[in-house]
């Protein structure tokens, strides 16, 4: 069974990047993702003041959970195919962005009249997790 040896190294090595990637990303861009929210600073700042205990850090932990999950599942993909590789890692991991989190991102933003560019800002936020992801789960192997 393929599945027997797991190499979790691997899958944590690459959620933890992408969580590192998407804090620098969503720094980078606040302002914009913001204004494509329709919010403002002041705004956030109250809603996230309003919070009480675990409910203040409970989306970072939902996306780290998120992202563990997310390498798990490209982790299946690559040993399903018998392609530990680099390549084959980004590669699986630019498809299923691109089938998966692009196509449905979007289709959400559109049906809750979302702003564009929050699709944009958020797709690119992902591809750049699930790149991170398949690239070290790829390249560490099995």
Same mark, same amino acid.
């Given at each position: 069974?393929?599945?027997?040896?797991?190499?979790?190294?691997?899958?944590?090595?690459?959620?933890?990047?992408?969580?590192?990637?998407?804090?620098?990303?969503?720094?980078?861009?606040?302002?914009?993702?913001?204004?494509?929210?329709?919010?403002?600073?002041?705004?956030?700042?109250?809603?996230?003041?309003?919070?009480?205990?675990?409910?203040?850090?409970?989306?970072?932990?939902?996306? %780290?959970?998120?992202? &563990?999950?997310? +390498?798990?599942?490209?982790? *299946?993909?690559?040993?399903?195919? @018998? !392609?530990?590789?680099?390549?084959?890692?980004?590669?699986?991991?630019?498809?299923?962005?691109?089938?998966?989190?692009?196509?449905?991102?979007?289709?959400?933003?559109?049906?809750?009249?979302?702003? %564009?560019?929050?699709? &944009?800002?958020? +797709?690119?936020?992902?591809? *750049?997790?699930?790149?991170?992801? @398949? !690239?070290?789960?790829?390249?560490?192997?099995?």
């Amino acid at each position: 069974m393929p599945f027997l040896s797991v190499n979790f190294l691997s899958i944590f090595l690459g959620a933890a990047a992408a969580w590192v990637f998407g804090a620098i990303y969503y720094t980078a861009l606040s302002a914009s993702w913001l204004a494509a929210q329709g919010k403002s600073l002041e705004q956030c700042k109250a809603e996230q003041a309003a919070k009480q205990g675990f409910a203040k850090f409970a989306p970072f932990v939902i996306v %780290f959970v998120a992202e &563990v999950v997310i +390498a798990y599942a490209l982790y *299946g993909i690559l040993v399903h195919m @018998g !392609a530990f590789t680099l390549r084959a890692g980004i590669i699986s991991a630019a498809l299923c962005w691109f089938g998966f989190v692009l196509t449905t991102s979007g289709v959400n933003n559109v049906f809750q009249g979302r702003k %564009f560019m929050l699709t &944009v800002i958020d +797709a690119g936020g992902w591809l *750049g997790a699930f790149l991170l992801i @398949g !690239a070290i789960v790829g390249w560490m192997g099995r």
